[in-house]
């Protein structure tokens, strides 16, 4: 039987704003020394909550863990339409409001429960001929993209306040919550981007259980495994 450090698995991080994925990956890997870290499923910088973390031999579960259904909870707001569909991006285009209700907003957000083919947004990771579409959209180049199916569980509104609805949406890997507002605000006529996002679960694991990232940089090195999750149990998940 093969056999596994302490370190093999992975550790539940509560992303903040700010850092990217690919950040949280590299300050863990410098403040531990550990050679193999690795991510499951990106999170936009000013996007925080829960980002697997894995360690050592546990990286070879990417995949398997990447693969898990999400739950998001957010913020849209609707009147402007941003080029990134979300905050982060510049805005395109601002429209006045009519009025909204929440029940208006949950009839209309029923409507994307299901599967449906989602276009993703030019501001994306996701690669045209080996290069990322937002090294593109910073030369102001648009190219044409290719929808993908999703499926979205269960999307619902709790609060509205014009001009920002919150809400809660579960979903399947490699759906764009920002694309669901844009689409959203474009069924309403007044156009709409994201204005935040918390990524609350991930397959079976809850931001509940997370701890921050500057609490895991603070922890001694010998106190780190005591937060891993290991391995074997990982691939049992």
């Known amino acids: 039987m093969q056999d596994f450090s302490s370190l093999d698995g992975a550790i539940l991080i509560d992303k903040p704003a700010g850092p990217t994925s690919h950040d949280v990956v590299d300050a863990i890997r410098r403040r531990f020394q550990i050679k193999k870290v690795g991510h499951c499923g990106t999170l936009d910088p000013n996007a925080t909550g829960l980002l697997i973390i894995v360690l050592g031999r546990g990286t070879k579960l990417s995949e398997k863990l990447m693969g898990d259904d999400k739950v998001y909870e957010g913020t849209i707001r609707f ?45 994306s990771a996701i690669k045209m001929n080996g290069v990322p579409l937002y090294k593109l959209a910073r030369k102001g180049i648009e190219v044409v993209r290719e929808p993908r199916l999703i499926h979205i569980y269960n999307f619902r509104f709790i609060n509205y ?17 920002r694309s669901i507002a844009h689409d959203l605000g474009q069924k309403l006529g007044c156009g709409a981007h994201l204005a935040k996002l918390r990524r609350s679960v991930s ?28 391995f074997l149990k990982l691939a049992a998940s």
Not at 89 to 96: A, H, N, Q, S, Y
Not at 161 to 177: D, I, N, Q, W
């Open 161 to 177: 306040s014009e001009p920002l609805g919150e809400f809660r949406v579960a979903c399947t890997k490699g759906t764009y919550v």
């Open 79 to 123: 009147g402007e339409t941003t080029n990134s569909y979300d905050a982060d991006g510049e805005i395109l285009e601002t429209k006045p409001v009519s009025p909204l209700t929440l029940e208006i907003l949950n009839e209309e957000a029923a409507k994307f429960v299901g599967d449906q083919m989602q276009m993703p947004p030019m501001v």
């Open 203 to 230: 397959g079976k694991f809850d931001v509940a259980d997370a701890k921050r990232l500057d609490e895991i940089l603070n922890l001694p090195s010998n106190e780190l495994e005591k937060r891993v999750i290991p």
